[in-house]
T-cell receptor, first 112, second 111 residues
């Protein structure tokens, strides 16, 4: 248990659906991250939030929409996804600045 | 700029034999270095970290890594492999930027 909780653990959605991934941390961190992990590809950083403000968006398609209402919660809203978006989505948190991150268990997303 | 290279995509060892997972890094700043482990369908767990203190770092589950500045390496070792060590291992570097991950090394343990 790392102190970072992701829900749901598994999600199957159609290409026309709208769903949201949730991440919650109780570690007192001020930075939160979304990563995408696809089979046979390096871990991809998607978004970074520091003190609730988005500080990085790595050219992620607009069908992925992040939301950070406070430093403890992070959401990833999904709509009109494609099959190639199927992956493990990992949330992480850290103290601000270059330091190690703590990861959640991930959400296994399958787009059908 | 910073980067990390994991030299082996897949390593297989017999149970009870030593483990060596290799990692080389590049950083314009004094780096912090980490190893993470990921078991199937799980998140990444911090195994150990180097942050400019002792160059030999001990982590969980009997793993350790040695920071060698002259070789820009941070290899992960364990004296005796256990079946539960089968997982994917990621080397990570931080210079003055965000975490940069290696491509991972899949460790297989042969009974």
């Amino acid at each position: 248990e790392t102190g970072v909780t992701q829900t749901p653990r598994h999600l199957v959605m159609g290409m026309t659906n709208k769903k949201s991934l949730k991440c919650e941390q109780h570690l007192g961190h001020n930075a939160m991250y979304w990563y995408k992990q696809s089979a046979k590809k390096p871990l991809e950083l998607m978004f970074v939030y520091n003190f609730k403000e988005q500080t990085e968006n790595n050219s992620v398609p607009s069908r992925f929409s992040p939301e950070c209402p406070n430093s403890s919660h992070l959401f990833l809203h999904l709509h009109t996804l494609q099959p190639e978006d199927s992956a493990l989505y990992l949330c992480a948190s850290s103290h601000t600045g270059p330091t190690e991150a703590f990861f959640g268990q991930g959400t296994r997303l399958t787009v059908v | 700029a910073q980067s990390v290279t994991q030299l082996d995509s897949h390593v297989s060892v017999s149970e009870g034999t030593p483990v060596l997972l290799r990692c080389n890094y590049s950083s314009s700043y004094s780096p912090s270095l980490f190893w993470y482990v990921q078991h199937p369908n799980k998140g990444l767990q911090l195994l150990l970290k180097y942050t400019s203190a002792a160059t030999l770092v001990k982590g969980i589950n009997g793993f350790e890594a040695e920071f060698k500045k002259s070789e820009t390496s941070f290899h992960l070792t364990k004296p005796s492999a256990h079946m539960s060590d089968a997982a994917e291992y990621f080397c990570v570097v931080i210079g003055n930027e965000k975490l940069t991950f290696g491509t991972g090394t899949r460790l297989t343990i042969i009974p």
